[in-house]
């Protein structure tokens, strides 16, 4: 509790110069917002998590489906979206299709998008048809946190694990400062993919997205990032910032740009 009480307050000199040099940017948190600290500011772009719970007994058409018009959306250059990555969850809940998309330039291109796609007949189609095959969905718009990798296609085979947290509200900034540190003793094996916060949505959520070769390969990086001094401090201040974890070992589908 103690050291918990020293994260947060900054009532004393010497605990206010050590929290400035955790922040990502120098700006006093109350006189901004914490998208603006924490986003990519180079970049304006705003990212779609869609989770789809699939009937059992349809998860190979929807695959199919899936793998038949989705590409047609990220190719068109009409379109300012792509297609990140699409995977079905293999550990974790199961029956489970998982999408990322990204829109260059933020919320007017969603906007811009969502128009288009009222008006293209396939696919409000496709989306008839899809939704026949659901049990439940949902989605979230995010950010990319400004220290994290930018998500770029890579050739596979890897599977991939996506780590969602639930952060405890008024958090947010803690842990942007903890893993702006952190990120770096997990960059040996370029096993990070990249890292978003939530605007839309549940909000107070965090996603890191990993690739790993296999379960193996993912049990020894892990397992080494305990041997590099200063990890297992992370860790132990960012454990209390979290109300609920949930982790999904996911295979990309063979659209996705993420192999």
């Known amino acids: ?11 004393r000199p010497r605990e206010e110069s050590w929290l400035k040099t955790l922040f990502v940017r120098k700006v006093d948190p109350r006189k901004d917002a914490h998208s603006n600290l924490l986003a990519k500011r180079e970049t304006s772009s705003l990212y779609k998590l869609q989770i789809h719970n699939v009937k059992p007994e349809c998860l190979e058409a929807y695959n199919k489906l899936c793998q038949e018009v989705l590409p047609k959306i990220h190719e068109e250059k009409h ?3 792509a297609l990140v990555g699409t995977w079905n969850t293999w550990y974790g809940e199961q029956d489970q299709a998982v999408h990322l998309w990204r829109y260059e330039g933020g919320y007017p291109a969603l906007n811009e998008v969502m128009s288009k796609l009222r008006q293209n007949k396939e696919f409000t189609e496709f989306r008839k048809e899809r939704g026949n095959m659901l049990l439940s969905r949902k989605n979230q718009l995010l950010l990319e946190f400004s ?3 930018e998500p770029v296609p890579r ?3 890897n599977i991939y694990e996506l780590r969602s947290y639930q952060l ?3 958090t947010m900034i803690e842990w942007g400062n903890y893993w702006a540190r952190a990120i770096r003793f997990r960059q040996d094996n370029n096993e990070a993919v990249g890292g978003f916060f939530s605007q839309i949505g549940q909000l107070y959520m965090v996603h890191h ?3 790993y070769k296999d379960l193996q390969t993912r049990e020894d990086i892990r397992n080494a990032a305990w041997n590099k001094p200063g990890w297992d401090e992370l860790v132990y201040y960012t454990v209390p910032l979290i109300q609920e974890m949930e982790s999904r070992i996911m295979i990309p589908l063979k ?4 192999q």
């Open 209 to 211: 997205l990993w690739a």
């Open 255 to 258: 659209i996705s740009p993420l």
């Open 168 to 170: 405890r509200p008024g």
């Open 79 to 81: 379109y300012p979206c």
């Open 155 to 157: 050739e596979g085979p």
């Open 147 to 149: 220290f994290w990798n």
């Open 1 to 11: 509790l103690t050291c918990r009480g020293l994260v947060s307050s900054a009532s």
